[in-house]
């Protein structure tokens, strides 16, 4: 079955460092691959996407994800953590068509002034 | 900038009742969702809809839900008797295209007592 794992429950990061929120799949087929973003008492919005093409995805407000094959990972990545990044962080898959998106079980980055 | 708008923001219903919850997708977009989120965490997916039909259902989504897209503007949710165990955050979710990412309406916190 087609699932995301994101290890740490919660990132703590110090304003103006990178930070990484981790999310691997697993190996069934070719898959999309999401990051989705939640804000305290919001919906999900959406960062970004990887279907084919660059490993590294461009997403909204500084974000970018690298697809790496070999170690079935997307990790979202922002060169300068903001404090208003802190928020719930979402990876997601899915087979692609209208299959349905299934979300990992969330990372929450706090990002330190 | 578009938005999936979803009513009523916060519904309190007795154990056995019947809910209804709305929502008003991007009008130009073809795929409609429903995803329910427990304690802000685990984000489940319940089903997707296309071409006025379900094309996708979880195994969440038993007899006691439904969905309908009854003027080609709303799409409904419906829990036919609600369970202690129904109460969560739902989100309703559609794309213009199946590899597209999902725009989040702000969801619907259900709470059944």
Same mark, same amino acid.
């Given at each position: 079955?087609?699932?995301?794992?994101?290890?740490?429950?919660?990132?703590?990061?110090?304003?103006?460092?990178?930070? #990484?929120?981790?999310?691997?799949?697993?190996?069934?087929?070719?898959?999309?691959? +999401?990051?989705?973003?939640?804000?305290?008492?919001?919906?999900?919005? +959406?960062?970004?996407?990887?279907? #084919?093409?660059?490993?590294?995805?461009?997403?909204?407000?500084?974000?970018?994800?690298? +697809?790496?094959?070999?170690?079935?990972?997307?990790?979202?990545?922002?060169?300068?953590?903001?404090?208003?990044?802190?928020?719930?962080?979402?990876?997601?898959?899915?087979?692609?068509?209208?299959?349905?998106?299934?979300?990992?079980?969330?990372?929450?980055?706090?990002?330190?002034? | 900038?578009?938005?999936?708008?979803?009513?009523?923001?916060?519904?309190?219903?007795?154990?056995?009742?019947?809910?209804?919850?709305?929502?008003?997708?991007?009008?130009?977009?073809?795929?409609?969702?429903?995803?329910?989120?427990?304690?802000?965490?685990?984000?489940?997916?319940?089903?997707?809809?296309?071409?006025?039909?379900?094309?996708?259902?979880?195994?969440?989504?038993?007899?006691?839900?439904?969905?309908?897209?009854?003027?080609?503007?709303?799409?409904?949710?419906?829990?036919?008797?609600?369970?202690?165990?129904?109460?969560?955050?739902?989100?309703?979710?559609?794309?213009?295209?199946?590899?597209?990412?999902?725009?989040?309406?702000?969801?619907?916190?259900?709470?059944?007592?």
């Amino acid at each position: 079955a087609q699932s995301v794992a994101q290890p740490e429950d919660q990132v703590n990061v110090a304003e103006g460092n990178p930070l #990484t929120v981790k999310c691997t799949y697993s190996v069934s087929g070719n898959p999309y691959l +999401f990051w989705y973003v939640q804000y305290p008492n919001r919906g999900l919005q +959406f960062l970004l996407k990887y279907i #084919t093409g660059d490993n590294l995805v461009k997403g909204s407000y500084g974000f970018e994800a690298e +697809f790496n094959k070999s170690q079935t990972s997307f990790h979202l990545k922002k060169p300068s953590a903001l404090v208003s990044d802190s928020a719930l962080y979402f990876c997601a898959r899915s087979s692609g068509g209208y299959q349905k998106v299934t979300f990992g079980t969330g990372t929450k980055l706090q990002v330190i002034p | 900038e578009p938005e999936v708008t979803q009513t009523p923001s916060h519904q309190v219903t007795q154990m056995g009742q019947e809910v209804i919850l709305r929502c008003v997708p991007i009008s130009n977009h073809l795929y409609f969702y429903w995803y329910r989120q427990i304690l802000g965490q685990k984000v489940e997916f319940l089903v997707s809809f296309y071409n006025n039909e379900i094309s996708e259902k979880s195994e969440i989504f038993d007899d006691q839900f439904s969905v309908e897209r009854p003027d080609g503007s709303n799409f409904t949710l419906k829990i036919r008797s609600t369970k202690l165990e129904d109460s969560a955050m739902y989100f309703c979710a559609s794309s213009e295209r199946a590899d597209y990412g999902y725009t989040f309406g702000s969801g619907t916190r259900l709470t059944v007592v």
